[in-house]
């Protein structure tokens, strides 16, 4: 069975890989697949995203990334997925991933929202987090993957 686990990542940290990772254990296939133009301020281009997002997920031999645009049901339909993956870090995320669940259903009952919980180690960080951290010059390496750290470092150092 083929899933998709949206988001923007922007950029992918370690809680997206760890939900990545466990998804990836769970389903025959998993694509990571990122959103184009999300309604918030970007750090990096789609085409950065994407490439950070296939190094980052490279040793998961049943995942691939792929970009999407529109609807993330439309998008699930287009390739044939079963399931949306998505990821909670803690009680404050349950309610909107509760209404997305409930819209996407009534948009395509034939989908399955499977949430998965992160690891208490990841809760606390999202992709806003580092972009912050990073914007005050702190270290993001133990939050994200190495090829974000690296690209990271690159983009402030220049």
């Given at each position: 069975?083929?899933?998709?686990?949206?988001?923007?990542?922007?950029?992918?940290?370690?809680?997206?890989?760890?939900?990545?990772?466990?998804?990836?254990?769970?389903?025959?296939?998993?694509?990571?697949?990122?959103?184009?133009?999300?309604?918030?301020?970007?750090?990096f281009s789609l085409?950065?995203?994407?490439?950070?997002?296939?190094?980052?997920?490279?040793?998961?031999?049943?995942?691939?990334?792929?970009?999407?645009?529109?609807?993330?049901?439309?998008?699930?339909?287009?390739?044939?997925?079963?399931?949306?993956?998505?990821?909670?870090?803690?009680?404050?995320?349950?309610?909107?991933?509760?209404?997305?669940?409930?819209?996407?259903?009534?948009?395509?009952?034939?989908?399955?929202?499977?949430?998965?919980?992160?690891?208490?180690?990841?809760?606390?960080?999202?992709?806003?987090?580092?972009?912050?951290?990073?914007?005050?010059?702190?270290?993001?390496?133990?939050?994200?993957?190495?090829?974000?750290?690296?690209?990271?470092?690159?983009?402030?150092?220049?």
């Amino acid at each position: 069975m083929r899933a998709i686990f949206p988001a923007s990542f922007d950029p992918i940290t370690n809680g997206h890989l760890d939900v990545a990772t466990r998804a990836s254990r769970l389903f025959d296939e998993l694509v990571v697949a990122v959103y184009d133009t999300p309604a918030k301020s970007l750090l990096f281009s789609l085409e950065e995203r994407v490439a950070l997002a296939r190094a980052s997920t490279a040793h998961l031999a049943n995942v691939r990334v792929e970009q999407y645009s529109g609807l993330t049901v439309e998008f699930a339909r287009r390739i044939v997925a079963r399931v949306i993956v998505r990821g909670l870090r803690a009680a404050s995320d349950f309610d909107w991933e509760y209404l997305q669940a409930t819209a996407n259903h009534e948009l395509a009952p034939e989908l399955e929202i499977v949430l998965l919980m992160s690891h208490s180690r990841w809760s606390f960080i999202s992709s806003t987090l580092i972009k912050e951290i990073v914007q005050l010059g702190g270290d993001v390496a133990r939050f994200v993957p190495p090829p974000v750290a690296e690209r990271l470092r690159s983009r402030t150092s220049a």
